[in-house]
């Protein structure tokens, strides 16, 4: 019971500009492609699977990361060492996040 789900080109560009892709003409085949996806998704809701278990790990790995060991690092004067500006010891950055009233370069609006 595939609903034939086609995806407007309008979508198809919107979801694309949503991703940060550039397609090209040439690339429309895609949109296509994704309708397929939506067409096969729904063949997969028709399954019962209300007494399934939901899967969040599939390859049975419990701990995949190194152990945590305590090794030797750079000082604080070596890490400060090529810093554009610093302050009190730490690096001193411009706001990614402005104040009210204030510009991201930090001056008043």
């Known amino acids: 019971m595939a609903s034939n789900v086609k995806i407007s080109p ?10 940060r ?3 090209n003409p040439d690339e429309q085949f895609i949109a296509k492609q994704l309708s397929q996806a ?3 998704i729904d063949i997969l809701k028709e ?3 209300e007494s ?4 969040y790990q599939v390859n049975n790995k419990k701990n995949v990361l190194r152990d945590d060991i305590i090794t030797s690092s ?4 070596e890490a400060l060492s090529q810093a554009k500006s610093t302050k009190d010891g730490y690096f001193k ?12 370069s930090g001056g008043k609006k």
């Open 10 to 19: 309008a979508d198809f560009a919107h979801i694309a500009k949503l991703s």
């Open 93 to 104: 950055t411009s706001a990614t996040i402005p104040a009210k009233g204030w510009s991201a």
């Open 47 to 49: 399954l019962d699977t």
């Open 74 to 77: 750079f000082t604080q004067k």
């Open 38 to 40: 939506t067409e096969y």
């Open 52 to 55: 399934v278990v939901p899967t």
């Open 21 to 23: 892709l550039v397609i």
